[in-house]
């Protein structure tokens, strides 16, 4: 079975500049999540999709942050524009069932603001 | 408002030995409790996932427990060999709720031959 997908697997970009992430889940898993984990810390959610609907985007700095998920498969995080404290690595995650399952995650992107 | 504490933050053992890596928790209802490995540079690898009706859960030489009441949970890793340097991270749901995981910050654990 393949695992979560992400790409690219590293980015190094200006602050004020813009950088997309890319995820496909783990084939059928409704429940896509992305985290954001900030060298020496814990992953923290960013947002969290059942299908192409939005659950829970309470952590998701709106102003500068979006994500979509339009065909309820891959999605895709956007950061325009970039700030410094943006630097960490950014996580998705699918499960199986919304509500208590197992979470598998994906090797992650590491992104560099300058 | 749900929070996960990580005991020690980094451990250094040599190689044989059995540990125990220790996670808190601040709201004891919680749906479940998973435990995951993270090598540098990588994702997050699930090592067990502990049902809030559970008290433990075992997977090779790792055994994790569960004590709801407490707001604790033990990971312990038998005969310790240096492929288990990594560090690790246990998170549980938000209080009231069974969808995001909130995380510790993880134990830092370097185990030498």
């Known amino acids: 079975e393949a695992g979560v997908a992400q790409s690219p697997r590293y980015k190094i970009i200006e602050k004020r500049q813009s950088v997309a992430f890319w995820c496909n889940p783990i084939s059928g898993h409704a429940t896509l999540y992305w985290y954001q984990q900030i060298l020496g810390q814990g992953p923290k959610l960013l947002i969290q999709f059942q299908n192409n609907g939005v659950v829970d985007d309470s952590q998701l700095p709106k102003d500068r942050f979006s994500a979509e998920r339009l065909k309820g498969v891959d999605s895709t995080l956007k950061i325009q524009p970039a700030k410094l404290e943006d630097s960490a690595v950014y996580l998705c995650a699918s499960s199986l069932v919304p509500q208590g399952g197992e979470q598998y995650f994906g090797p992650g992107t590491r992104l560099t603001v300058t | 408002k749900q929070e996960v504490t990580q005991i020690p933050a980094a451990l250094s053992v040599p190689e044989g030995e059995n540990l125990v890596l220790n996670c808190s928790f601040t709201d004891s209802a919680i749906y479940n409790l998973q435990w995951f490995r993270q090598d540098p540079g990588k994702g997050l690898t699930s090592l067990l996932l502990?049902?809030?009706?559970?008290r433990e859960q075992t997977s090779g030489r790792l055994n994790a427990s569960l004590d709801k009441s407490s707001g604790r949970s033990t990971l312990y890793i038998a005969a310790s060999q240096p492929g288990d340097s990594a560090t690790y991270l246990c998170a549980v749901p938000p209080s009231g709720g069974y969808n995001k995981l909130i995380f510790g910050a993880g134990t830092r654990l370097a185990v030498h031959p």
């Open positions: 502990i049902q809030s009706s559970q």
